[in-house]
């Protein structure tokens, strides 16, 4: 009884663990549709490293920016739920992998009948395997791999997720910084229109001056303080948008206005990252968003072998093994020992189409898959490629905007002086402050877009998911 139990189960384990053909395509990774080479504008080739060693806590060197970053990842719920969805489709991917191995279960039972005054009782005890589907054509393990494609491709979505956060917290630090450096430039540049209007008032009361400097004056400083409570509401909407992203309240220590220039915290790490050596294709297809696309074509092409699979024959498997007797004290005795052993087989004959629709609808699904991947691919090359083109164009920008700076304010200091000595008039003094007010908030604006092209460059590369 105990050989043939175990030669029943050694039966059945093997033909169920056979080797089986799939029916899917074979998978080629397809040709990325973009250039071959980098834009002809990018630098400094010879200083190109790689960013997947280099973690975010490496490119930041804000200790600030690097707390909200590690309190983003932790606390940020959007994050959350998409890690959340990962272990959904991990799960899914167990169920599938279970499904191509057989299920097996011991039921025991005791029943008693009472018939024309005598009650006989049975009682039974069996190991069996029930309805298992003996996977000849590869339906199962395809649909195994579509789950498994899918579980990894929701993994590779995450970690786009995280260099997405880690860089929209770091965008959402510099432009709080920026709007904090605008309303202290407001601020500065309203208490010195305040007192131009003042001075101006008291010598046009004494008639030296004329009413078209009274209301040039006053143009200036009711324009400081528009741009004052512009920037607070700006200032304050920066901070919830921060607050999102981090998920929590914000100590104020973390972003505490200091008076730096947003140019500081990137400037030790201006040279880290200069454009990519490699090759269009071999970098992209190493990021997280063109790998998840990927993924999600190989689970398409497994989808495909399941779907023709369906239309072959299936055969499906029912054993069990063990032991019934009437007396409980006599169930696992000599000679009590049953086994059933159900093979049942199903042949489509005629389904109206509808098998060979499946296997149409899995082929468009691939294509569509495909198309995905090959324009996040494309997607991928153009914000590499315009981060590339706007770094190539950021020192002249600097610099230009560095010089007009210093030229403007030299105008208004010479203009002012001049002023002094009577010289000038008290509105070449306003327009020229104007002036300078203006390329002081440019010059802001042209720090934050270098601190903002940074960011991106690194996100753009695929860096900042492993740390």
């Not at 082929?363 to 914000?383: G, K, M, N, P, S």
Request: glycine letters at 6%; one cysteine or more; charged letters at 20%.
């Amino acid at each position: 009884m105990n050989y043939f139990r175990l030669s029943l189960l050694s039966a059945t384990l093997s033909v169920t663990l056979a080797g089986c053909t799939s029916l899917a395509p074979e998978y080629i990774r397809p040709i990325a549709p973009i250039a071959d080479t980098w834009p002809a504008t990018q630098i400094g080739d010879s200083e190109a490293i790689s960013v997947d060693g280099l973690g975010w806590k490496e490119f930041y060197a804000d200790k600030r920016l690097r707390q909200l970053i590690e309190l983003a990842l932790n606390n940020n719920r959007s994050l959350r739920q998409n890690a959340l969805a990962v272990e959904s489709a991990r799960a899914q991917f167990r169920i599938a992998r279970a499904d191509t191995l057989p299920a097996v279960d011991a039921v025991g039972s005791g029943t008693a009948l009472h018939s024309g005054g005598e009650t006989t009782h049975a009682y039974s005890a069996a190991l069996g395997i029930s309805a298992f589907e003996l996977d000849f054509f590869g339906r199962l393990n395809n649909l195994r791999d579509q789950a498994l494609e899918t579980y990894l491709s929701y993994e590779e979505s995450l970690r786009s997720m995280r260099i997405t956060l880690v860089a929209e917290v770091a965008t959402a630090y510099f432009t709080l910084a920026a709007d904090q450096q605008r309303l202290r430039l407001a601020e500065s540049t309203l208490a010195s229109q305040q007192k131009s209007l003042d001075l101006t008032l008291k010598t046009f009361s004494i008639g030296t001056t004329s009413g078209l400097d009274v209301a040039t004056a006053q143009t200036s400083v009711d324009t400081a303080r528009a741009d004052i409570a512009t920037y607070r509401t700006q200032v304050a909407q920066d901070l919830n948008a921060l607050t999102l992203l981090v998920g929590q309240a914000i100590e104020p220590a973390l972003v505490a206005d200091s008076g730096d220039t947003i140019a500081d915290p990137l400037a030790p790490l201006i040279t880290t990252i200069a454009p990519v050596a490699n090759a269009p294709s071999e970098l992209l297809q190493r990021r997280p968003d063109v790998l998840a696309a990927e993924r999600t074509l190989r689970a398409a092409n497994a989808d495909i072998g399941a779907a023709r699979a369906a239309r072959f024959p299936s055969i499906t498997l029912t054993t069990s093994i063990g032991t019934s007797s009437s007396q409980l004290a006599d169930l696992f005795a000599s000679g009590t020992g049953l086994w059933n052993f159900i093979p049942s087989l199903s042949v489509p004959i005629f389904d109206a189409g509808s098998g060979k629709a499946a296997v149409r609808v899995a082929e468009v699904a691939r294509d569509t898959a495909l198309a995905e991947y090959e324009h996040t691919i494309q997607i991928a090359f153009q914000e590499v490629s315009d981060a590339l083109n706007e770094q190539s164009n950021m020192q002249e920008l600097l610099a230009s905007r560095q010089s007009l700076l210093e030229a403007n304010e030299k105008i208004y200091r010479l203009t002012e002086a001049s002023y002094r000595e009577g010289l000038e008039s008290s509105l070449s003094v306003l327009t020229a402050q104007r002036s300078y007010y203006a390329a002081q908030q440019n010059m802001i604006s042209t720090r934050l877009a270098e601190a903002s092209n940074w960011v991106s460059l690194y996100r753009v590369l695929g860096g900042g998911w492993q740390s």
